[in-house]
């Protein structure tokens, strides 16, 4: 198994611009989720999603979109970036029915200058 | 979620057990407490979670004290490697959300 994987693993954006950030994983995971870390700071969570067609707003969700339309695969799509989003994002997912044992991804970094 | 208060950081001998405190005085009866880290800018890794028994894993062992206000995460013979930032976290079982919050930056001496 792969395991969670994301691409890209760096992004450099312009404000205004739009991306997705990828994130699949092979373990036949239920619950997905994304978070961000900023420099020095704790990891914040941005979007979750306990199954497919099934997506739910973290700490975090404003200028972000997502969606779920297969168990696999779990984008965070930014519509419109701004320098404030510059950040380290991590995907996870779970498969034991508590959610809390989540295996993360290696992270994309994104800078929005 | 229950709020966590960890210690920003910590210092420990290499060869020596590292013992990390996490203080979490509100918590609920339904609430586990979990544990992760964080290597360098890896993603995050699971350690060990319980509710109000001491576990023990190939990694560490968690020790929850009986009034389950505050617990200890035992490493019980710390490597250079294990140098991270550890995350103690408090949650509902089958909660959709999972909260980090500061966590304790662990150094591990030689």
């Known amino acids: 198994n792969a395991g969670v994987t994301q691409t890209p693993k760096f992004q450099v954006l312009k404000t205004g611009q739009s991306m997705t950030l990828q994130c699949a994983q092979d373990m036949n995971h239920e619950y997905m989720s994304w978070y961000r870390q900023d420099p020095g700071m704790g990891l914040r969570l941005i979007h979750y999603?306990?199954?497919?067609?099934?997506?739910d707003q973290g700490e975090v969700p404003n200028g972000y979109n997502v969606s779920r339309s297969t168990t696999e695969d779990f984008p965070l799509r930014l519509l419109s970036a701004a320098p404030s989003q510059t950040s380290v994002y991590f995907c996870a997912s779970s498969s034991d029915s508590s959610r809390g044992e989540q295996y993360f991804g290696p992270g994309t970094r994104l800078t929005v200058t | 979620d229950a709020k966590t208060t960890q210690p920003p950081s910590m210092d420990c001998a290499e060869g020596r057990a590292a013992n990390l405190p996490c203080n979490h005085s509100t918590i609920s009866g339904n609430e586990y407490v979990y544990w992760y880290r964080q290597i360098h800018s890896q993603g995050p890794q699971y350690i060990i979670h319980g509710l109000k028994n001491n576990e023990t894993n190939e990694m560490a062992s968690l020790i929850i004290t009986e009034d389950r206000k505050s617990s200890t995460l035992i490493l019980p013979h710390a490597t250079l490697r294990d140098t991270a930032v550890y995350y103690c976290?408090?949650?509902?079982?089958?909660?959709?959300?999972?909260?980090f919050g500061k966590g304790t930056r662990l150094h591990i001496l030689p």
């Open positions: 976290i408090v949650r509902v079982y089958r909660d959709d959300k999972i909260i």
């Open positions: 999603s306990v199954g497919a067609g099934i997506t």
